[in-house]
């Protein structure tokens, strides 16, 4: 069994800067792909990046630019710096995984709220 711990979420002003981590353990398990959703009160669950074990990175529309995922493959770690915080980036971000047994995990969720 994986688990997908989250931790870095909080309260911000518009502007400011802040970096979530993930992390993923268990045993004898393989990464495929981690990354982050983010789900709005009222709204669907979007897409913000995720990183593929080949290196590649996708971002939603509305952070290009403004948010980069890293990872440390040692540590089975994903981050999430995010800068230029805005309202609307206000959200529960949800660490994903796609890893091998298993398929899909979901972190328990981190709260970031961007207001002045």
């Known amino acids: 069994q994986v688990q997908l711990v989250e931790s870095g979420g909080g309260l911000v002003q518009p502007g400011s800067s802040l970096r979530l981590s993930c992390a993923a353990s268990?045993?004898?398990?393989?990464?495929?792909?981690m990354g982050w959703y983010r789900q709005a009160p009222g709204k669907r669950r979007e897409l913000v990046a995720i990183l593929t074990r080949e290196g590649i990175a996708n971002y939603g529309d509305s952070v290009q630019g403004r948010f980069t995922i890293s990872e440390d493959n040692a540590d089975n770690r994903v981050y999430l710096q995010m800068n230029s915080l805005k309202p609307e980036d206000t959200a529960v971000y949800y660490c994903y995984g796609r890893i091998e047994p298993g398929g899909d995990y979901w972190g328990q969720g981190t709260q970031v709220t961007v207001s002045s």
């Open positions: 268990g045993t004898r398990f393989i990464v495929n792909a």
